[in-house]
């Protein structure tokens, strides 16, 4: 499992999306690296439930299928990525976590887009642990 300490935690709502932004330091991109983790909303019968959006940097480095699942407990995001996602999002584990105080700037606002994304059909990887 690879574990990093959230710098920052950012998020809101889009007419088009629920999106949460974590920034941390790897070795990949030093004090630099972003996840972002979306989740579009489902407004047409006939469009395709896609899942989360995962992407680090760029979008090139992002797709929708990269998650098995997203899990948000008291002072921490789990997520577990498909073998897809290891690729492409280039970790070196599969599992990752990203730790925060629980009164750090953002978290509540994180935690708030989070659980929206729960009842979204795009959101069906997300959990509240």
């Known amino acids: 499992m690879d574990s990093y300490l959230c710098e920052s935690l950012q998020s809101g709502t889009t007419d088009w999306y629920i999106w949460v932004s974590i920034g941390f330091t790897s070795n990949k991109y030093g ?3 972003v996840l972002h983790i979306v989740c579009g909303f489902h ?3 006939e469009e395709p439930v ?3 959006w995962l992407e680090r940097t760029d979008q090139s480095e992002g ?4 998650a098995e699942s997203i899990e948000l407990f008291a002072d921490r995001i789990r997520i577990v990525l498909t073998e897809e996602g290891l690729t492409t999002l280039a970790f070196a584990e599969k599992t990752l976590e990203f730790r925060f105080a629980q009164d750090q700037a953002g978290a509540g606002d994180m935690r708030t887009s989070l659980v929206a994304m729960t009842s979204e059909p795009n959101g069906l990887q997300v959990h509240v642990v």
């Open 31 to 33: 004090n630099n690296d």
């Open 43 to 45: 407004d047409d019968e």
């Open 50 to 52: 896609e899942g989360i």
């Open 63 to 66: 797709g929708s299928g990269l």
